[in-house]
């Protein structure tokens, strides 16, 4: 099983070490204030007050958790701060963490040249693991000389000053927009078709098998295409078309998406259902050309109702969590993972081209739709 590229705390985390921490909070504002309205940036701190900080609310009195619902907010108050795991729970939707480096650490580090905090540095060197941007604070001259030993790479680094706000910003913005994951397209054809009777992805609408035309399809679209099937229909796929076979079995298009993810974690997943017979390229298209990463999917809205459609979606990696979640709970609907998290929905273009068959009765109506296509023009 492949981990995701998760640190400390998410994916993209940086922590901000050198200077005092007005400086630190200060600059981590002005980034989250930029860059929140694209993505989800998260903080973290750690309280370094010197009196004694009591436990709030219901803690104090044995309490493990706390919630409130606040008017603007949601507050969550724990009393086990030692769980790495669960932090990494918590932090798992964020697109940018940014951390306190003067007291956490993360896989990524934005070292600020503050003379007074030169022997405070000093003595953090072995956390500076990936120095990945140096800023010059106003009482700075040039990088400390035992950075400049400790990274031998420091030229390289980008070098601002600390008060070149939008130099600063452009920086994350650049470094997240290279971080977003790539599109494999997952066709998903391991269902048992019972109320068609027969395998719903052998169907031959254009000249092939449905999987394959599908698999056809989405090829512009994506790094790698799979077909998913289950273990014992491995043997019938053609030579050509590379298969991910179901890992979490019984469980449907649930176990089927979440075996791409457990083959490959940091990757979006374009996941397709084999019984859209009308799906079209300008429909494939528009999802990608609309998909926020920043959200835990992008999906088209259901012509029929306001749900959305969990078989025609982006699935990004940051929702591998939150189905194996739903699962743990006893849920293994991929839809109602979607109606109870933040997605972005879209109305299709040509809604017809959502059209999925399940029965020969469908298969008959579609048919007939496709003859009088054919004839109109």
Same mark, same amino acid.
């Given at each position: 099983?492949?981990?995701?590229?998760?640190?400390?705390?998410?994916?993209?985390?940086?922590?901000?070490?050198?200077?005092?921490?007005?400086?630190?909070?200060?600059?981590?504002?002005?980034?989250?204030?930029?860059?929140?309205?694209?993505?989800?940036?998260?903080?973290?701190?750690?309280?370094?007050?010197?009196?004694?900080?009591?436990?709030?609310?219901?803690?104090?009195?044995?309490? =493990?958790?706390?919630?409130?619902?606040?008017?603007?907010?949601?507050?969550?108050?724990?009393?086990?701060?030692?769980?790495?795991?669960?932090?990494?729970?918590?932090?798992?939707?964020?697109?940018?963490?940014?951390?306190?480096?003067?007291?956490?650490?993360?896989?990524?580090?934005?070292?600020?040249?503050?003379?007074?905090?030169?022997?405070?540095?000093?003595?953090?060197?072995?956390?500076?693991?990936?120095?990945?941007?140096?800023?010059?604070?106003?009482?700075?001259?040039?990088?400390?000389?035992?950075?400049?030993?400790?990274?031998?790479?420091?030229?390289?680094?980008?070098?601002?000053?600390?008060?070149?706000?939008?130099?600063?910003?452009?920086?994350?913005?650049?470094?997240?927009?290279?971080?977003?994951?790539?599109?494999?397209?997952?066709?998903?054809?391991?269902?048992?078709?019972?109320?068609?009777?027969?395998? &719903?992805?052998?169907?031959?609408?254009?000249?092939?098998?449905?999987? =394959?035309?599908?698999?056809?399809?989405?090829?512009?679209?994506?790094?790698?295409?799979?077909?998913?099937?289950?273990?014992?229909?491995?043997?019938?796929?053609?030579?050509?078309?590379?298969?991910?076979?179901?890992?979490?079995?019984?469980?449907?298009?649930?176990?089927?998406?979440?075996?791409?993810?457990?083959?490959?974690?940091?990757?979006?997943?374009?996941?397709?259902?084999?019984?859209?017979?009308?799906?079209?390229?300008?429909?494939?298209?528009?999802?990608?050309?609309?998909?926020?990463?920043?959200?835990?999917?992008?999906?088209?809205?259901?012509?029929?109702?306001?749900?959305?459609?969990?078989?025609?979606?982006?699935?990004?990696?940051?929702?591998?969590?939150?189905?194996?979640?739903?699962?743990?709970?006893?849920?293994?609907?991929?839809? &109602?993972?979607?109606?109870?998290?933040?997605?972005?929905?879209?109305?299709?273009?040509?809604?017809?081209?959502?059209?999925?068959?399940?029965?020969?009765?469908?298969?008959?109506?579609? &048919?007939?739709?496709?003859?009088?296509?054919?004839?109109?023009?």
């Amino acid at each position: 099983m492949k981990r995701p590229a998760i640190g400390n705390y998410g994916r993209n985390e940086w922590a901000i070490v050198g200077a005092p921490c007005v400086y630190i909070k200060g600059l981590a504002d002005k980034l989250i204030n930029a860059l929140s309205p694209t993505y989800k940036c998260a903080y973290a701190d750690t309280s370094h007050q010197d009196e004694l900080i009591q436990a709030p609310g219901r803690l104090a009195s044995g309490a =493990y958790l706390e919630y409130t619902d606040q008017i603007n907010y949601h507050q969550f108050n724990i009393n086990d701060i030692s769980q790495q795991f669960g932090l990494r729970q918590r932090f798992a939707e964020a697109d940018l963490v940014l951390v306190n480096g003067n007291h956490q650490q993360a896989k990524s580090q934005v070292v600020i040249i503050y003379e007074n905090k030169r022997a405070s540095l000093k003595k953090r060197l072995d956390q500076l693991t990936n120095v990945e941007l140096i800023l010059l604070a106003e009482n700075a001259d040039g990088v400390f000389d035992f950075i400049q030993e400790a990274i031998p790479y420091w030229q390289d680094i980008p070098l601002y000053k600390l008060d070149d706000t939008d130099q600063i910003i452009s920086f994350f913005r650049n470094k997240l927009e290279a971080a977003k994951p790539v599109i494999n397209s997952l066709v998903l054809a391991g269902g048992k078709s019972e109320r068609m009777g027969f395998d &719903k992805g052998t169907v031959n609408w254009f000249g092939k098998e449905q999987r =394959y035309f599908l698999a056809d399809l989405l090829q512009p679209l994506s790094t790698e295409v799979f077909i998913s099937c289950r273990e014992d229909q491995r043997a019938n796929i053609t030579n050509g078309y590379p298969v991910l076979t179901d890992t979490f079995t019984n469980l449907g298009p649930y176990g089927a998406i979440l075996s791409a993810f457990r083959e490959q974690p940091d990757s979006a997943w374009l996941v397709i259902a084999c019984d859209l017979p009308l799906l079209d390229s300008e429909t494939l298209e528009y999802l990608v050309a609309n998909r926020d990463p920043s959200k835990l999917a992008t999906a088209y809205q259901s012509p029929d109702n306001e749900f959305p459609e969990p078989l025609i979606a982006i699935w990004e990696p940051k929702s591998y969590h939150q189905l194996l979640s739903f699962l743990s709970l006893g849920y293994s609907c991929p839809r &109602k993972v979607l109606i109870n998290s933040d997605v972005k929905l879209l109305q299709a273009q040509n809604p017809e081209s959502l059209t999925n068959v399940n029965t020969p009765e469908d298969l008959e109506k579609v &048919k007939r739709m496709l003859h009088q296509k054919i004839a109109g023009s």
